[in-house]
């Protein structure tokens, strides 16, 4: 994969709203294509501390081009009405790829992304071979898309990023039940303080 940035922006929406503000996400994405990035999704939070917000994904091959982005949506009428819904952004966080091995689909179908965020304890090379060491792993569970990247903006700037695609729950809990016994599974919960994971739907994309 090309990209070298992923940003991840979360937005807390009134429920009456939050259906809308999802139909406007998924113009917004198509916009974000056109502007500059490698695509663009749009997804509703399922679980943690954000459970019912808006997320909207983006990913770039540099910051410049997150930048020209940002300039378009500044006279984007679709990004004043989405702010109009009353959606208040709540988090804004730029990563860094800094991807391993992994055997993807041709075709991926990332319908829920499940996040993990957290400190390490163990140098980024080191984090990275145990990463390596257990994406097939994930692959072999059904896992579609498997992204480490390190934060580099925010509260959270320094933390690491693993952010995995499925295509339904069911690959997700056949997933989770492989972790429970991987070894390596186990070194990698070692090395790091979690201090997040959550599952996104995805509701739109833009490619």
Known sequence: ???????????????????????????????????????????????????????????????????????????????????????????RNIAKFCDVPFDAPANPQRKYVILTRGKSHISQPELMDLMAEASPMFAETGAQTFRFARIMTGNNAGDFLLGVTYPSMSEIEATYDAIASNPIAAKIYDALDVNLRTIIKVQGTAM
């Open 1 to 91: 994969m090309a990209e070298n940035f992923y940003v991840n922006t979360v937005g807390a929406v009134p429920a009456n709203k939050l259906s809308e503000a999802v139909s406007l996400g998924v113009k917004l994405a198509e916009e974000s294509k056109v502007a500059g990035s490698t695509r663009a999704s749009v997804g509703t939070i399922m679980t943690g501390t954000n459970a019912g917000s808006v997320v909207f994904q983006q990913f770039f091959n540099s910051l410049n081009d997150f930048a020209n982005v940002m300039d378009a949506f500044a006279a984007s009428s679709t990004y004043g009405k989405i702010m109009e819904t009353g959606l208040t952004v709540t988090m």
